[in-house]
């Protein structure tokens, strides 16, 4: 069975991941959407609220699969992969500036282990200025965030960020 595990921190999820998401579970017979807990980065919201909201969202998509799961994950993302017996960690990139890092992480996870290989999807052009940071700077702020993150999550996005 050809696993994928798409990580993130999905604070929120955006349409340009639900894209990803979308795009990514055609390529795998299962895609684990892995919620990464980064504390550290201090996220807007908690691991739970940001598994509900990809759960919404992706149960409000019709051409969806069934083979989409979602978990969360703590310490290193090449341990959860080994764990779910994936072989194949697939990111998104938007633009250039994502490339560094998203390279010094591939490199390093290869490190970790060499049997495990990082995949890269280009965004779908019409996302490619969008991220989870923009959104809540833009909730924060009390603007509109329709388009930017599926429907059934933007009520609870603003009801937590809205001044
Ligand atoms: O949405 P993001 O911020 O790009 O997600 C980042 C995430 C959670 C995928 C990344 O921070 C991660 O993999 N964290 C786990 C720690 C780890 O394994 N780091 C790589 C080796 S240093």
Partial sequence: MN???Y????DPVTNGHIDIICRASKLCDKLIVAVGSNEA??????VQERIEFLRCALSER???????????FSNLLIDFVKKKKAKIIIKGLRAVSDFEYEFQMALLN???DSGIETLFMMTNVIYAYLSSSAVKEIARNGGKIDGLV???IKDPIMKKLKP
């Avoid at 019709?62 to 969360?72: H, V």
């Fill in 110 to 112: 290869k490190q970790l």
């Fill in 150 to 152: 599926p429907d059934c």
């Fill in 41 to 46: 980065k201090k996220p807007a919201f908690t």
């Fill in 62 to 72: 019709q051409d969806m699969g069934n083979n989409i799961e979602i978990e969360n």
């Fill in 7 to 10: 990580p993130g921190s999905f």
């Fill in 3 to 5: 696993i994928g595990v």
